[in-house]
């Protein structure tokens, strides 16, 4: 995951709230998660569904993401 510093992420580090990291990228504007260029590959038609999912770090997220942007069926 691609992050850049700011006091969020410090305050979240800080704190020990690792869990949040994630939700935090999601939110933030210059953060880049694995799953999030892996659905950007998906999205261009670079790399199939299942090498996007087989190369997630959270499979799972991915599936789910790939199921809420119409690319699988749940």
Sequence with gaps: AI???N??????IMD????????QMAAG?????????L??????????IQVALDSAKRPDAMKQELIRKGY???
């Excluded at 006091?7 to 979240?12: G, L, Q, R, S």
């Excluded at 020990?16 to 939700?23: D, F, V």
């Design 3 to 5: 992050m850049t510093s």
């Design 7 to 12: 006091m969020n992420f410090a305050d979240i």
């Design 16 to 23: 020990g709230k690792m869990n949040m990291i994630a939700a």
């Design 29 to 37: 504007e210059n953060c880049q998660s694995l799953e999030n260029d």
């Design 39 to 48: 659905m950007r590959l998906v999205e261009a038609d670079i790399i199939d």
């Design 72 to 74: 699988m069926q749940g």
